[in-house]
């Protein structure tokens, strides 16, 4: 059965739109991990505009189930990392003009940065997840250099706007996660996924956790953190 991870960012994004001190994430957090949730995420962005280090290593203290970071492989990301210790460092690509994170790391490209960053986290103990789009070349360059996951970028699947396009971009992720199995890496799954798109991920089995922030963070406005959690946790149990 698939896990679900998270993510409290949107949550310091309030926060910081008035510059005061709440809603607080880490109380998020603690919220999300009562109503079941099996990890919790947090993206500490060069540009800090919603979680910022002290968040982070908040939550390093507090989080029972499992702190997952997300961050890219800089120097300075690299350090906050092996002082802080969080479970799992998710390795994304960052642009500070994006709105939110708009592709998977290019690992063609950058392979050699991303082979040091990704045996340096593993040398402290830290398991390391590489964020990519469903692209074949893309998994078997991150089963070279030794990543322990992927998570396969579902943005271009959850955003498509026609049945034709939903189901080729289904296709591509059906594919990433059956060839990242047979390399015998753990599989996760995240970005833009809703109440909604999370049904088409039913019978794919080899999606080992979804990573969901925004959809969760909007739902509990209304619904209070417990019920938005719940009512994810309940759609994943039903794939
Ligand atoms: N996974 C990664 C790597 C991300 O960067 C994000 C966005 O921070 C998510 C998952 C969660 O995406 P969403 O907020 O759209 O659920």
Redesign the pocket.
Same mark, same amino acid.
């Given at each position: 059965m698939a896990q679900l991870a998270v993510?409290v960012? @949107?949550v310091a994004t309030l926060r910081n739109a008035r510059g005061i001190n709440y809603p607080e994430p880490v109380t998020a957090a603690v919220a999300a991990e009562t109503a079941g949730a099996d990890g919790i995420?947090v @993206?500490l962005r060069e540009d800090r505009r919603h979680i910022n280090e002290r968040d982070v290593r908040l939550l390093r203290k507090i989080v029972q189930s499992k702190l997952i970071l997300?961050m890219a492989a800089t120097t300075e990301m690299l350090g906050i990392a092996l002082d802080i210790k969080p479970d799992c460092v998710?390795l994304?690509p960052e642009k500070r003009e994006e709105l939110?994170?708009e592709g998977g790391l290019d690992l063609i490209t950058h392979q050699n940065h991303v082979r040091e960053a990704v045996a340096t986290l593993k040398n402290a103990g830290i398991d390391v997840c590489i964020?990519i789009d469903p692209d074949l070349d893309q998994i078997k360059v991150a089963h070279k250099i030794d990543a322990d996951m992927i998570?396969i @970028?579902t $943005?271009a699947f959850?955003d498509a706007t026609t049945r034709v396009q939903k189901q080729r971009e289904f296709f591509r992720i059906v594919d990433a996660a059956k060839i990242g199995t047979k390399l015998k890496l753990e599989v996760n799954a $995240? @970005? $833009?996924?809703?109440y909604n798109t999370i049904k088409a991920f039913k019978g794919l089995s080899e999606i080992s956790e979804f990573?969901? $922030?925004?959809?969760?963070?909007a739902r509990a406005i209304l619904t209070g953190m417990d019920q938005a959690v719940r009512d994810m946790k309940q759609l994943i149990l039903a794939l």
């Amino acid at each position: 059965m698939a896990q679900l991870a998270v993510n409290v960012d @949107h949550v310091a994004t309030l926060r910081n739109a008035r510059g005061i001190n709440y809603p607080e994430p880490v109380t998020a957090a603690v919220a999300a991990e009562t109503a079941g949730a099996d990890g919790i995420v947090v @993206h500490l962005r060069e540009d800090r505009r919603h979680i910022n280090e002290r968040d982070v290593r908040l939550l390093r203290k507090i989080v029972q189930s499992k702190l997952i970071l997300e961050m890219a492989a800089t120097t300075e990301m690299l350090g906050i990392a092996l002082d802080i210790k969080p479970d799992c460092v998710t390795l994304v690509p960052e642009k500070r003009e994006e709105l939110t994170t708009e592709g998977g790391l290019d690992l063609i490209t950058h392979q050699n940065h991303v082979r040091e960053a990704v045996a340096t986290l593993k040398n402290a103990g830290i398991d390391v997840c590489i964020f990519i789009d469903p692209d074949l070349d893309q998994i078997k360059v991150a089963h070279k250099i030794d990543a322990d996951m992927i998570e396969i @970028h579902t $943005g271009a699947f959850c955003d498509a706007t026609t049945r034709v396009q939903k189901q080729r971009e289904f296709f591509r992720i059906v594919d990433a996660a059956k060839i990242g199995t047979k390399l015998k890496l753990e599989v996760n799954a $995240g @970005h $833009g996924i809703c109440y909604n798109t999370i049904k088409a991920f039913k019978g794919l089995s080899e999606i080992s956790e979804f990573s969901i $922030g925004h959809s969760i963070i909007a739902r509990a406005i209304l619904t209070g953190m417990d019920q938005a959690v719940r009512d994810m946790k309940q759609l994943i149990l039903a794939l």
